[in-house]
């Protein structure tokens, strides 16, 4: 199964479009609060030269937003 | 061929495919995704029979009120690229290769973010400017950002920011700011911002990441501002451009319709919503006006057709 990680902020309704689609999907994922957590904010920016979330890292496919094609394609499903 | 195929996905196409299945038009709703603008929406305090509901809820209610309809196709997520007028009816072109054959077409597609139109703008998408302040705030926090827009959107785009950026600019282009008055107040009390008025952004600087914005002032003159985040909030245009070349718009680019019927110029469009030029754009209304729109087209169809065939 794909490693999930995704990047997001608790009032971002984007990130929570993706969390549901991983869930209906039976997918696990691990989960970074870029607004509370400094290092994992660091981490993304590091990871997608992004300053926005959600950012969704699968097996080190980097996907920023939500785009459901592009989750089911990087994820074979 | 189907008597209507609905474009949008928010509470006006939301709406308009529950009485279309009810009704047993034979039906096909295109959408990118469920709930319109009001998705992003922190809290929802105005939709009847709602007393709170966040945006994200509302657009999974309605989602849900709409799959629980038997015979209407729910073609999603996927987007009109084109409507053309074809014998009998129009042909639906969607982004991902669809061919739809239909009598009549309800536009519901509603209004996108309008963007600046600036260099540095689209290069730094993502790397400092911003279209989701609800999102995307807590990143910038230590840091200085400018909002542009000075309506409510702006207004509630330097509230999110508050608590995390330690520097506001609110740029606006007007010689005052637009919004609610109480938000206003709130956001003058704070030393964190710095309003400056009668401005025009011209261009976005940065390397890696946002480092800057040139606006020119008042005066016409063109001044720096250091910065790590722009937050773009001057408002929305209609989504119209699939259709636009079939009916006739306004100076604002929205779709002029018979406000009694909800018709637009062409007979087999009907538009509703943000997308029309309807003089409240609120949640409600859309539903209700596409409603109407619905019950128009349903009147159009038995007229035309004596013996219509009903969908099963």
């Given at each position: 199964?794909?490693?999930?990680?995704?990047?997001?902020?608790?009032?971002c309704?984007?990130?929570?479009?993706?969390?549901?689609?991983?869930?209906?999907?039976?997918?696990?994922?691990?989960?970074?609060?870029?607004?509370?957590?400094?290092?994992?904010?660091?981490e993304?920016?590091?990871?997608?030269?992004?300053?926005?979330?959600?950012?969704?890292?699968?097996?080190?496919?980097?996907?920023?937003?939500?785009?459901?094609?592009?989750?089911?394609?990087?994820?074979?499903? | 061929?189907?008597?209507?195929?609905?474009?949008?996905?928010?509470?006006g196409?939301?709406?308009?495919?529950?009485?279309?299945?009810?009704?047993?038009?034979?039906?096909?709703?295109?959408?990118?995704?469920?709930?319109?603008?009001?998705?992003v929406?922190?809290?929802?305090?105005?939709?009847?029979?709602?007393q709170?509901?966040?945006?994200?809820?509302?657009?999974?209610?309605?989602?849900?009120?709409?799959?629980?309809?038997?015979?209407?196709?729910?073609?999603?997520p996927?987007?009109?690229?084109?409507?053309?007028?074809?014998?009998?009816g129009?042909?639906?072109?969607?982004?991902?290769?669809?061919?739809?054959?239909?009598?009549?077409?309800?536009?519901?597609?509603g209004?996108a973010?309008?963007?600046?139109?600036?260099?540095?703008?689209?290069?730094?998408?993502?790397?400092?400017?911003?279209?989701?302040?609800?999102?995307?705030?807590?990143?910038?926090?230590?840091?200085?950002?400018?909002?542009?827009?000075?309506?409510?959107?702006?207004?509630?785009?330097?509230?999110?920011?508050?608590?995390?950026?330690?520097?506001?600019?609110?740029?606006?282009?007007?010689?005052?700011?637009?919004?609610?008055?109480?938000?206003?107040?709130?956001?003058?009390?704070?030393?964190?911002?710095?309003?400056?008025?009668?401005?025009?952004?011209?261009?976005?600087?940065?390397?890696?990441?946002?480092?800057?914005?040139?606006?020119?002032?008042?005066?016409?003159?063109?001044?720096?501002?250091?910065?790590?985040?722009?937050?773009?909030?001057?408002g929305s245009?209609?989504?119209?451009?699939?259709?636009?070349?079939?009916?006739?718009?306004?100076?604002?680019?929205?779709?002029?319709?018979?406000?009694?019927?909800?018709?637009?110029?062409?007979?087999?469009?009907?538009?509703?919503?943000?997308?029309?030029?309807?003089?409240?754009?609120?949640?409600?209304?859309?539903?209700?006006?596409?409603?109407?729109?619905?019950?128009?087209?349903?009147?159009?169809?038995?007229?035309?057709?004596?013996?219509?065939?009903?969908?099963?």
């Amino acid at each position: 199964m794909a490693k999930i990680i995704i990047y997001s902020t608790p009032t971002c309704v984007y990130c929570k479009m993706a969390k549901d689609f991983f869930t209906k999907n039976n997918l696990a994922y691990e989960e970074h609060d870029v607004a509370a957590d400094m290092k994992a904010r660091e981490e993304m920016v590091q990871k997608s030269g992004q300053l926005g979330v959600p950012v969704i890292d699968i097996d080190g496919k980097i996907i920023v937003g939500f785009d459901e094609d592009e989750l089911r394609s990087a994820l074979n499903i | 061929m189907y008597d209507l195929v609905i474009i949008g996905g928010g509470p006006g196409g939301v709406a308009a495919g529950v009485y279309a299945a009810r009704k047993k038009i034979k039906c096909a709703i295109v959408a990118g995704d469920f709930g319109g603008a009001s998705k992003v929406s922190g809290d929802i305090q105005n939709w009847i029979g709602t007393q709170s509901v966040s945006g994200y809820e509302w657009s999974k209610m309605l989602e849900e009120h709409l799959r629980a309809q038997k015979g209407i196709d729910v073609i999603q997520p996927d987007l009109a690229e084109k409507v053309e007028k074809i014998d009998g009816g129009f042909l639906v072109k969607t982004k991902k290769g669809k061919s739809l054959e239909a009598k009549t077409i309800l536009v519901t597609t509603g209004s996108a973010r309008k963007k600046l139109n600036i260099p540095g703008e689209k290069e730094f998408d993502g790397k400092g400017v911003v279209y989701c302040s609800t999102c995307d705030a807590p990143i910038f926090d230590g840091k200085v950002v400018a909002v542009v827009g000075g309506g409510n959107a702006g207004l509630e785009a330097v509230l999110d920011a508050l608590p995390y950026a330690s520097k506001i600019y609110l740029l606006d282009h007007n010689e005052e700011l637009k919004g609610d008055a109480v938000t206003r107040e709130k956001i003058k009390a704070s030393p964190k911002v710095e309003i400056i008025l009668k401005t025009e952004p011209v261009e976005i600087l940065g390397d890696k990441f946002v480092t800057g914005m040139k606006y020119k002032d008042g005066e016409g003159v063109v001044k720096e501002l250091k910065l790590e985040g722009v937050f773009v909030e001057i408002g929305s245009y209609p989504n119209v451009a699939f259709v636009k070349d079939l009916i006739k718009t306004n100076e604002f680019g929205e779709i002029i319709i018979d406000h009694k019927t909800q018709a637009t110029s062409l007979p087999g469009i009907w538009a509703a919503g943000d997308a029309s030029d309807v003089l409240y754009k609120q949640n409600n209304i859309s539903a209700g006006d596409a409603i109407k729109a619905v019950l128009n087209i349903t009147d159009h169809l038995n007229k035309t057709e004596s013996h219509r065939e009903y969908s099963k």
